[in-house]
């Protein structure tokens, strides 16, 4: 469990107020914070002899006393921890990301069901594409978000689907599991040829009024005026662009994805 230290460091991390009671308002208030405060990346898939982990204290520190971002590996569980330390009860689903029209692996994504009172709330700070705002589980209505609309049904399939303006971002299997149980595709997502986290270097930030991505060289901001993609001529360039846009400072420079264009799996998030 996070200290009381440690979850005020947290809630400063993401400019959060803690909340007098783990109910829904609170919940609502941290994951917006989370969300607007945490990017998605995959820098240190990129980084040679970065480290990757999975434990309470090694995502802590990289996210709120190094400032980073991550994945969903990183950033559900961690946020599930500081929901933990106020009060909340969470749940680790494992689940499967739709791509190309198809599911893929399971354990391939993580999502943090949280328990209120008997009903149910899905929490993904972690996706790239996620809602702003926690969704119910108990309803198929589509819920509006400033970032879409979303859908979470119950498939015949079984589990826990959920649809972005009308399209299937992933799957859930409703068992709940551990954080352990990620290990291994955490492994081949750093290892594997065929690892969407190999073939793209991201970081990608919502904002309250639009998103910011870096996407190789490539920096797209997109606002309710349009989308406006410029490229990053060097290195410096791509330093100080995580820097101003995303708060990552960095003392060495990742790898750009070297990648058959014929064989590379495209991650957009912009």
């Not at 919940?27 to 999975?54: K, M, T, W």
């Not at 979470?152 to 799957?171: A, W």
């Amino acid at each position: 469990m996070l200290s009381d230290a440690m979850v005020d460091a947290y809630l400063e991390r993401i400019g959060a107020r803690r909340p007098e009671r783990a109910d829904i308002h609170g919940l609502r208030h941290l994951q917006e914070r989370h969300v607007l405060s945490v990017p998605f990346e995959n820098i240190d898939y990129h980084v040679e002899g970065a480290e990757l982990g999975l434990d309470r204290e090694f995502l802590y520190d990289k996210i709120v006393t190094r400032r980073r971002g991550g994945g969903c590996y990183e950033l559900n569980p961690s946020f599930g921890h500081l929901l933990e330390a106020l009060g909340y009860r969470v749940e680790i689903l494992s689940g499967q990301v739709f791509l190309g029209g198809a599911f893929g692996a399971p354990l391939c994504h993580l999502a943090l069901r949280v328990d209120l009172d008997g009903e149910e709330w899905l929490v993904d700070v972690g996706f790239g594409k996620n809602s702003r705002f926690p969704l119910p589980v108990g309803t198929s209505e589509v819920q509006k978000d400033p970032h879409g609309d979303y859908r979470v049904v119950r498939p015949e399939e079984g589990g826990i689907q959920v649809e972005l303006n009308g399209g299937i971002q992933y799957r859930l299997d409703e068992r709940p599991v551990r954080i352990e149980d990620f290990l291994p595709t955490l492994w081949w997502y750093r290892t594997a040829p065929d690892s969407v986290f190999l073939h793209n270097l991201i970081v990608s930030h919502q904002k309250e009024d639009g998103r910011v991505t870096v996407n190789g060289r490539e920096l797209t901001r997109t606002t309710a005026a349009g989308r406006e993609t410029v490229e990053l001529p060097d290195d410096a360039a791509l330093l100080a662009a995580y820097e101003e846009h995303f708060g990552i400072v960095l003392d060495t420079v990742p790898q750009q994805p070297d990648v058959d264009p014929a064989v590379r799996i495209i991650m957009q998030i912009d």
